[in-house]
């Protein structure tokens, strides 16, 4: 299993210790390559594409409109088989 974790570093102060997740491009369950763009944090007025960072099952921890901080954990990836 493979945390999407929100990066520390797209926080360019930290006058801002918070984020919005957006929303989520892709379906709870479904099937994601590593690389695809598949979540929308706004932290500020910039809003970050979230990829995945491997192949898997994406399973949602986060829904839209939870407050992130950096290295919030949003969801998983499951191998697939």
Do not use: C, K
Request: aromatic fraction near 4%; glycine fraction near 8%; charged fraction near 20%.
């Amino acid at each position: 299993m493979t945390d999407m974790i929100v990066a520390a570093d797209l926080w360019s102060t930290s006058l801002l210790p918070e984020g919005i997740l957006e929303r989520w491009r892709i379906a709870d369950g479904a099937i994601v390559r590593a690389g695809q763009v598949v979540a929308e944090v706004r932290i500020g007025e910039s809003l970050h594409e979230l990829m995945a960072p491997t192949d898997g099952y994406l399973s949602f921890a986060a829904r839209p409109n939870d407050l992130v901080e950096p290295g919030s954990i949003i969801g998983s990836l499951a191998p697939v088989p």
